[in-house]
């Protein structure tokens, strides 16, 4: 039986590309790591297999060929070329044969894991332990929130206050019609000096 000797780093999420919104940043993360095979770094092609699992690996939230069950072996591996005994690659690049795109919703879980195994034509085994991918992972989630998203109900009270809204941010065209009426305004709240020429006309006036 081979011995192996496995050290992981989540580098880096990597946003490649030009793309028109947030909402279509591609969802991959740059990976590295070393194996040596009987005390000796490994040279040659290897063959990986990929999983996202919950702690303990009683869920997979996503594997590399998609087979994955409850932190189970997935059933094809990814060829990747090792050089002293250092690879790399982007999982969720589907320009692997058998890759699978990486969804953002993995990352709804509150933590995620990955769970590799390595075969070096002596049959595949799990390289241990299990290694928790760093919180950069987790801006997929700030990249993806979609347009109209965020209302006012996920908004709490008083979160937006004076400081945090632009001078002449909201003007009149921002206020939906009789929705400022007299009683909402503090006393002496408006002076004469903040009153545009001609703002209030004689039709306007209460």
Same mark, same amino acid.
């Given at each position: 039986?081979?011995?192996?000797?496995?050290?992981?780093?989540?580098? +880096?999420?990597?946003?490649?590309?030009?793309?028109?919104?947030?909402?279509?940043?591609?969802?991959?993360?740059?990976?590295?790591?070393?194996?040596?095979?009987?005390?000796?770094?490994?040279?040659?092609?290897?063959?990986?297999?990929?999983?996202?699992?919950r702690?303990?690996?009683t869920a /997979?939230?996503?594997?590399?060929?998609?087979?994955?069950?409850?932190?189970?072996?997935?059933g094809?591996?990814?060829?990747?070329?090792?050089?002293?005994?250092?690879?790399?690659?982007?999982?969720?690049? /589907?320009?692997?044969?058998?890759m699978? +795109?990486?969804?953002? /919703?993995?990352?709804?879980?509150?933590g995620?894991?990955?769970?590799?195994?390595?075969?070096?034509?002596?049959?595949?085994?799990?390289?241990?332990?299990?290694?928790?991918?760093?919180?950069?992972?987790?801006?997929?989630?700030?990249?993806?929130?979609?347009?109209?998203?965020?209302t006012?109900?996920?908004l709490?009270?008083?979160?937006? /206050?004076?400081?945090?809204?632009?001078?002449?941010a909201?003007?009149?065209?921002?206020?939906?019609?009789?929705?400022?009426?007299?009683?909402?305004?503090?006393?002496?709240?408006?002076?004469?000096?903040?009153?545009?020429?001609?703002?209030?006309?004689?039709?306007e006036a209460?």
């Amino acid at each position: 039986m081979m011995k192996h000797s496995h050290v992981l780093f989540i580098l +880096a999420l990597l946003l490649l590309g030009i793309h028109a919104s947030w909402s279509q940043v591609p969802q991959l993360v740059n990976l590295q790591g070393r194996i040596v095979v009987d005390g000796t770094n490994f040279d040659g092609n290897g063959l990986f297999k990929f999983a996202l699992v919950r702690a303990g690996g009683t869920a /997979t939230y996503w594997s590399n060929d998609g087979s994955s069950v409850n932190g189970s072996e997935p059933g094809t591996a990814v060829m990747l070329p090792v050089s002293n005994g250092h690879y790399s690659l982007l999982l969720g690049d /589907t320009t692997h044969p058998n890759m699978t +795109a990486l969804p953002a /919703t993995v990352f709804d879980n509150g933590g995620v894991w990955l769970r590799t195994w390595f075969d070096d034509g002596n049959g595949s085994e799990l390289l241990t332990p299990d290694r928790r991918l760093a919180s950069v992972a987790y801006t997929f989630l700030a990249a993806n929130v979609e347009d109209g998203a965020i209302t006012s109900a996920k908004l709490g009270s008083g979160a937006v /206050t004076s400081d945090k809204i632009f001078a002449n941010a909201v003007n009149s065209s921002k206020l939906a019609q009789d929705s400022v009426v007299s009683s909402e305004i503090e006393t002496d709240a408006v002076g004469a000096s903040e009153i545009a020429a001609k703002a209030v006309g004689t039709g306007e006036a209460e």
